[in-house]
């Protein structure tokens, strides 16, 4: 839109990477500047076995008109992730301008092979405007069954990442908070 929303041009799906396609489950999120970003499913077939289906973080920088190939944030992550959903710090806090990404990790991860079978939460940020990302960090506890993140900033800078924990017994909604940008 260029008319404060009350029209509206579609200029089709976020590209996929080259070697594979978008899959989906986007979250969308834009910064102080302007730039948009756009977290979703990323098939890559060219990606090392068992991280192929991934995390994708594209930016657009002239308001969605184009996107820049996808960045994947966690690439020691094997398995499915789902539900990638992200936040952009807009404080005028020295954290200003990260990134922040959390998903659904579906199976078991290697970041925690002596644990029982779970679904956890994974985290990540960038502190470059999305040119690169973080190792992911598990923020649910070991053993939990996960569903659903959702990272966001409070007006200090703090980050918060809220998810549902189905198992064990009994069901809770869970909050973590970082003070110092996750």
Request: hydrophobic share 30%; proline share 12%.
């Amino acid at each position: 839109s260029t008319d404060g929303g009350l029209t509206f041009t579609d200029l089709g799906p976020i590209p996929g990477p080259l070697t594979g396609s978008n899959g989906g489950d986007p979250g969308l999120a834009v910064d102080r500047l302007g730039n948009f970003y756009v977290s979703g499913l990323a098939l890559d077939s060219l990606r090392p076995p068992g991280t192929q289906s991934t995390i994708g973080i594209w930016k657009s920088t002239n308001s969605g008109l184009s996107w820049s190939a996808p960045v994947y944030p966690s690439p020691g992550v094997t398995g499915f992730s789902d539900k990638p959903f992200i936040a952009v710090d807009t404080t005028q806090t020295r954290t200003s301008g990260n990134v922040y990404v959390s998903w659904t990790q579906l199976e078991p991860s290697p970041l925690t092979p002596d644990l029982p079978p779970q679904i956890p939460i994974f985290f990540s940020r960038s502190t470059n405007g999305g040119t690169s990302f973080s190792p992911a960090i598990q923020i649910s506890q070991p053993g939990d069954s996960c569903q659903g993140s959702e990272p966001a900033v409070g007006p200090g800078g703090e980050v918060y990442v809220t998810w549902m924990r189905a198992a064990p017994s009994p069901a809770a909604i869970f909050v973590a908070k970082s003070l110092d940008g996750g």
